[in-house]
């Protein structure tokens, strides 16, 4: 699966949730809440900044001689 894709799936699974966010009573469910939360924090939002990984190159030393 690609990165698109797995966003796009928990987008969906956080729209699932949120219709179980409150019972029946209308009290909200800490369980699902919880998860929503998570989900909201692993979701890039417009105003986060993608963090790029970057690898750090060895370079050869010359010795002078």
Known sequence: M???ELL???GRARAVLDRYLF?????MRDD???MCMAIDEA??????????KAALERVSQRSAA
């Open 2 to 4: 690609s990165h698109a």
């Open 8 to 10: 796009a799936l928990l």
């Open 23 to 27: 019972d029946e009573s209308e009290t």
């Open 32 to 34: 699902v809440a919880q």
């Open 43 to 52: 979701l890039p939002g417009e105003g986060r900044v993608e963090v790029k």
